[in-house]
């Protein structure tokens, strides 16, 4: 009887442990799969103005918001640069960047960079 008895304790045991380590492991692929959003994914507010704002989903589509209207466009994204593909250019427009502590600091058609904020 005491033999069944540890026998029985030790597969609690080792069921509770089996438990624990799996549900660690189901955390760190959450983690991991958020480690494979683009940076640039997300809502990105003007800094002068909540009007306006870039949206980057995950697909790989977009908008861009402005005081009268919004523009979508697909976007291609390598890190450093994005390119815009917008649903109503024939050509589409790439634009250099910076992501540092949640500022995106984007290059304009004049090459000046632009701070947007992101929400």
Not at 20 to 44: D, H, Y
Request: aromatic letters at 16%; glycine letters at 6%; a negative charge.
């Amino acid at each position: 009887m005491k033999r069944i008895f540890k026998i029985m304790v030790s597969v609690l045991c080792l069921g509770a442990m089996l438990f624990a380590f799996t549900a660690c492991s189901q955390n760190k692929g959450t983690s991991n799969e958020n480690a494979n959003v683009a940076p640039i994914v997300g809502k990105w507010e003007y800094e002068d103005s909540s009007d306006m704002y870039y949206t980057f989903n995950e697909d790989g589509t977009g908008s861009y918001y402005f005081v009268s209207g919004e523009m979508k466009f697909t976007y291609e994204d390598d890190g450093e640069a994005v390119t815009l593909h917008y649903e109503t250019a024939t050509e589409p427009s790439t634009y250099k960047y910076t992501i540092k502590d949640n500022v995106l600091s984007i290059e304009d058609s004049f090459g000046e960079y632009v701070t947007y904020i992101k929400k």
